[in-house]
């Protein structure tokens, strides 16, 4: 079967983390992504992010943000890779950057500047704080949106230090919401035959996530905060409970799993009692909830209670990151796999594609070499070796 984008041409011009992260869902989807890259500055600057390497040199930070995409080196400050990019755009459905705020129109990458080569293309622009308004020329980075946005308050013990997360979950959802843009505005604009520039932030997709908690705090006043043992702030029992030998996040989020973990644990009676019979009564009696289950779940180890209870209440163990990636329902069911280099042969174990195409293979490529589908890519636009070699000669390619 075949992949939902084959066919969808995107040009990214991004580097690091969030740009990448979006792009790099569209090639496995099976979008042909040619990712721009500045010959002068070395390319993205995520190959050179340590400090861990392939046996070819090449950098485990890269590959985790850039497979199955292709590489162009190409100067866009330069009049020439101006002038390539825009015979680039006349055959491509969409543009992602993560360029500055203020850089994408003062370098061309916008569609006012490219609809007279291709009235359909479709420019998706993620900044750290948008295009317009005071901050577009302010540099960002996910730890300070954590930061302003919120999440610091809310991520940890209520007694300790703000905590950011422990990955960098703004960058990867606002590459997740450039992605979705882009494809939507490629979808209005096959429809219409009009492109479009679409926008999402560091910024805006940061305080986005703040979700119910924003509705909380604009209709009721409600600033919330942190919670005991990483707890839910209305549901019970939703958070960390102790067993024999570590931790067990359990999560009775509807009624119906609070009398069948009681019935599991032996306790019928605490089922019945009329006080813990709703979320607002166990929500008035967390603290004690929280000591009769640590007490009960610490007589067994997290893995006896994970045989006993997984697929019967919504229990998950508290794992490390080598854990979780030993996890035999990870290895068991391809959630990571091998990727080829350039050669063809097994280069690095990555991640697969968190979305499955039924019937339909998903691409394995590891991340390409700086520059290495340059000259195919020139050779597609009917550029001849010797102008090729001059481009390059001239630091353009």
């Not at 390497?53 to 590489?71: E, M, T, V, Y």
């Not at 755009?89 to 203020?102: E, F, I, Y």
């Not at 959802?173 to 932030?201: E, H, N, P, Q, Y």
């Not at 009696?285 to 209870?309: K, N, P």
Request: proline letters at 6%; charged letters at 20%.
């Amino acid at each position: 079967m075949t992949l939902p984008l084959a066919g969808v041409t995107v040009l990214a011009v991004e580097q690091y983390g969030a740009a990448p992260f979006g792009t790099m869902l569209l090639a496995d989807l099976g979008a042909e992504v040619i990712k721009i890259e500045n010959p002068a500055d070395g390319g993205d600057m995520a190959r050179g992010v340590g400090p861990h390497f392939l046996p070819d040199g090449s950098i485990q930070f890269f590959h985790a943000f850039n497979r199955n995409k292709r590489s162009l080196t190409l100067n866009l400050k330069t009049a020439e890779g101006r002038d390539i990019f825009r015979r680039l755009a006349a055959g491509a459905d969409g543009v992602l950057n993560n360029l500055r705020g203020d850089l994408p129109a003062k370098l061309g990458l916008d569609y006012a500047a490219l609809a007279p080569v291709n009235p359909a293309i479709v420019f998706a622009h993620l900044s750290a704080y948008g295009r317009e308004g005071p901050r577009a020329s302010w540099p960002g980075y996910d730890y300070l949106i954590q930061a302003e946005a919120g999440y610091l308050s809310l991520t940890g013990e209520p007694d300790g230090p703000p905590a950011r997360f422990g990955l960098s979950v703004v960058d990867l959802m606002t590459g997740l919401m450039a992605a979705f843009a882009l494809t939507s505005g490629v979808i209005g604009a096959r429809a219409t035959g009009k492109g479009m520039d679409v926008d999402t932030s560091l910024f805006d997709t940061g305080l986005q996530n703040l979700s119910y908690l924003a509705a909380w705090y604009l209709n009721a006043g409600h600033a919330q905060g942190r919670e005991p043992r990483s707890s839910h702030p209305s549901l019970t029992p939703s958070q960390l409970y102790r067993t024999k030998d570590g931790w067990l996040f359990v999560m009775c989020n509807k009624e119906k799993f609070w009398p069948i973990l009681c019935e599991a644990l032996g306790r019928n009676d605490w089922a019945a009692n009329p006080r813990f019979e709703s979320f607002a009564g166990r929500l008035e009696h967390r603290a004690e909830i929280t000591e009769m289950l640590d007490a009960a779940l610490s007589e067994h180890t997290t893995a006896e209670w994970l045989e006993r209870l997984q697929g019967v209440v919504p229990i998950a163990p508290v794992y490390d990151v080598a854990e979780a990636l030993e996890n035999p329902f990870v290895a068991g069911e391809g959630r990571t796999g091998s990727y080829a280099g350039p050669d063809g042969a097994a280069l690095a174990r990555l991640l697969t594609a968190p979305i499955r195409v039924a019937g339909a293979e998903m691409p394995r490529r590891a991340g390409p070499a700086l520059g290495t589908d340059t000259d195919d890519i020139l050779r597609n636009l009917g550029l001849g070796a010797d102008e090729i070699a001059a481009l390059k000669g001239k630091g353009v390619v």
